[in-house]
């Protein structure tokens, strides 16, 4: 063989294993079988065909107030060949039966009329939303607060059951924006302000939604939609859909780990966050869209728009003169299906927009097979319609038995000074807007996009009121609202009696004050002022004045300020959103029937210019600080992340770690004792944290690595292991490559900690 021969030879082997060695395995395995479907289905479409499949409308465009509208659906599907509908009936929950019957008749129209099965996607986070009898879990920021993924796997599971028994293939869920600014009136649908925990919960969710195999979606399953890509959780005006500043670094190791993890459990579907990051419009940002999550993953799923958001790149954010090219810059940067709930003339714009070659037609056939593929997997293309006769484990005790379970440890117990448990036979008034009132405990999500909770689907559940009335004895216990919410304006709560609920507060033996919000969802839940109102703040005050014990139980969805009020309250209770199920668990905990075990997954603030997350940098202190440049200030916030009570104490010991010293590709195994040394039952979440000593870039203080819970009897210990794997401790540097870097790490788990050295620098 001639020398150039041997040289071409070795070249193209050379270049062959560094192209392996450059390609990121897929983040979900092809099937040759289904890649021959769809490319056997692109290629009988045309462009019409082609660009239907792009589009999503809401189901308004196909119905009337009678139901299915046949000329509507004619035009919809027959003339547009559209894609995808999603969402609910007259805006408000359904039976499953109606739901069921609504999209088979939307599927049949599909397959009539396009001859590809149509994908009808839903709304839901905590439960399966628009069903009228669904099983609701606890909203997701309850989910994180019980620091155990086994309930978002029951979430999960559970929701993709009564989504498929009301013949629905497709759920928007789960979110996992991070919740970093208490302002965000979406805090509570994520799973609070660390990465690492949301990004536990986000899988153990996400496999739970969609089963092993994410090329055959089982028929108890469905395909879960991740959102909202990315950083939708930080803007930094903290109203919904503002714009996010952030570093790289954050973007990298923070906003970016959960979803990343979930399309590596297999997550067949993405929805984009509204706003924009650091000046780019997420619809139109290639980066993020197909360099970071596409190639960067060698994902093959679907991305799709959030509400009408094409049309806000020429409305709202002024990057494009018309939807013409604001399609063209979605398309171009990622997009693969439009949410453009009411317009079917986006069609024609898109066609356009094709014609005009804004948009190459590789890049059409590249949306559409990520449209197809998706179909496939969900065997939407066999069986378009099931029977759902057969899912008799709907709405079943066994499932209110989990969301009832998940409820109990996600209620946190923040501050007892000796009043809780409430004893049998005590007298108590319950008091405050959130007493006796369904529609607090559930949030947004709930029936409607708002939470408006119709009394026909609630009555069977109980308030806190009738559940500690069912669990103390009506007779000893006594409801006088003193300040109720405004049913037209969930922001506005008026007094209502707050002399009488003192008068009340003289005759019983506790007081149960439950303060909060009232439900709310996405944009109409900005608030100006994060501070509790001034009407609840003035009934606790009043009704702590009679000297009685005061139990504060906060129903809320974001941290409001109490600094002021929280001192006259002997207790503290934050349950968030427990749903359905949540007054029932409370009763049990307030009673001690059962032990509290949930820990915040989010800093509480005290005072509104001190916003702050755990893992802030040392420097951020001078805005809390007391004196002036006080570095060893301390942060002064209302309640720490990872804080929670409990009836029982646990000790902490022997925190060890299998090495002294670690490099890039180790595990470190750590072990510690615990101990339950109070005297009732109790399970603790135990949170391991690592703090980098000296980095080339400001460290964050702290960083959550790992957790475990464990349940222990008075008087038992046990061993508690965790795993870090070490290019875990790495961080984004100036490069954009990762750093592990020489030097000490601290390794802390309550008030244990060690010091581990990594012995040598490796950046990937
Ligand atoms: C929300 C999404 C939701 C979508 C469809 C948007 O306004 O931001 O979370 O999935 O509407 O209803």
């Known amino acids: 063989m001639k020398n150039t021969s041997r040289i071409l030879i070795a070249l193209a082997a050379i270049s062959f294993l560094v192209s392996c060695n450059n390609q990121v395995a897929p983040a979900i395995p092809a099937d040759k079988g289904i890649e021959a479907k769809v490319e056997k289905t692109l290629k009988g479409m045309d462009l019409d065909a082609k660009i ?49 019957e609504l999209i088979s008749g939307i599927q049949e129209a599909s397959m009539k009329y396009i001859g590809i099965p149509c994908i009808y996607g839903l709304d839901m986070i905590h439960g399966a939303s628009y069903l009228s009898e669904a099983t609701f879990f606890p909203q997701e920021v309850n989910i994180a607060a019980t620091f155990d993924p086994v309930h978002a796997e029951n979430m999960g599971r559970v929701m993709a059951y009564e989504t498929r028994a009301a013949m629905c293939p497709w759920i928007f869920s789960p979110v996992m924006d991070l919740g970093r600014d208490p302002r965000w009136p979406r805090l509570w649908e994520s799973f609070g302000e660390d990465a690492y925990l949301q990004s536990v919960m986000a899988v153990a969710e996400t496999k739970a939604v969609q089963g092993e195999d994410p090329n055959e979606i089982g028929p108890e399953k469905v395909a879960a939609c991740l959102k909202h890509y990315m950083a939708y959780g930080a803007p930094w005006t903290g109203k919904d859909r503002t714009p996010a500043i952030l570093s790289e670094q954050d973007m990298r190791e923070k906003f970016f780990r959960p979803f990343k993890e979930s399309i590596e459990a297999g997550a067949l579907s993405v929805m984009v966050n509204s706003a924009s990051v650091n000046g780019v419009p997420t619809h139109a940002n290639k980066t993020l869209l197909t360099d970071w999550l596409k190639d960067g993953l060698n994902w093959d799923g679907m991305i799709v728009t959030d509400w009408a958001d094409v049309n806000n790149l020429f409305t709202r954010e002024h990057i494009a003169a018309d939807r013409k090219e604001a399609l063209a810059l979605a398309i171009n940067a990622g997009i693969d299906m439009v949410m453009e709930p009411y317009d079917t003339l986006c069609c024609v714009d898109l066609k356009a927009a094709v014609e005009e070659k804004l948009i190459p037609m590789s890049r059409i056939d590249d949306a559409v097979r990520r449209v197809i593929r998706l179909k496939y997997r969900l065997g939407l293309f066999e069986n378009p319609v099931w029977d759902t006769s057969a899912y008799d484990k709907y709405a079943s005790e066994d499932f209110a038995a989990q969301a009832r379970q998940a409820a109990l440890e996600s209620e946190v117990l923040l501050k007892n000074e000796g009043v809780l448990p409430i004893k049998k036979g005590s007298r108590i008034l319950v008091t405050g807007p959130c007493a006796n009132y369904m529609r607090s405990l559930s949030g947004g999500w709930s029936y409607t996009w708002q939470g408006t909770n119709d009394p026909a689907y609630v009555g069977r559940f109980n308030t806190i009121y009738e559940a500690l009335s069912n669990k103390f004895g009506s007779d000893k216990v006594r409801y006088v609202p003193g300040v109720v919410f405004d049913e037209s304006n969930w922001q506005v709560d008026k007094e209502q009696g707050i002399s009488a609920a003192v008068s009340a507060a003289r005759q019983a033996d506790v007081v149960v004050a439950c303060l909060g919000e009232n439900s709310y969802c996405e944009t109409p839940g900005n608030i100006d002022d994060l501070n509790l109102s001034e009407n609840q703040k003035e009934l606790l005050k009043a009704v702590a004045s009679c000297g009685k014990p005061v139990v504060l139980v906060l129903n809320e969805g974001r941290p409001r300020i109490i600094g002021d009020i929280e001192p006259l309250a002997q207790a503290v209770v934050d349950v968030m959103l427990p749903s359905n199920y949540g007054a029932d668990a409370l009763a049990e905990l307030l009673s001690g029937d059962a032990n509290f075990s949930a820990k915040l997954p989010f800093t509480y603030p005290k005072h509104i210019n001190s916003l702050h997350t755990y893992d802030y940098k040392v420097s951020e202190l001078v805005s809390t600080m007391v004196g002036d440049y006080n570095y060893d200030a301390v942060m002064d916030v209302q309640w720490p992340f990872g804080t929670g009570l409990s009836y029982t104490s646990f000790e902490y010991s022997d925190l060890r770690c299998n090495k002294a010293e670690f490099k890039s590709g180790d595990v470190l195994e750590f072990e510690l004792a615990l101990k339950n040394v109070g005297e009732m039952a109790g399970k603790e979440a135990v949170l391991l944290y690592s703090s980098d000593m000296v980095a080339s870039l400001v460290p964050d203080v702290r960083r959550l690595r790992a957790f475990d819970k464990v349940s222990l009897e008075p008087g038992e210990s046990c061993l508690v292991k965790l795993s870090v794997p070490a290019d875990d401790l790495a961080f984004v540097g100036l490069d954009g490559k990762w750093h592990l870097e020489k030097g000490s790490f601290r390794f802390a788990v309550a008030n244990c900690s060690i010091t581990l050295e990594c012995t040598e620098t490796t950046i990937k």
């Open 52 to 100: 239907g499949q792009m589009v999503q409308l809401n189901i308004d465009l196909v119905t009337d107030d009678k139901g299915l509208d046949e000329a509507k659906m004619a035009r919809v599907f027959g003339h547009w060949k559209i894609g995808s509908i999603l969402n609910v009936y007259k805006g408000q929950a359904q039976t499953r039966e109606k739901t069921a």
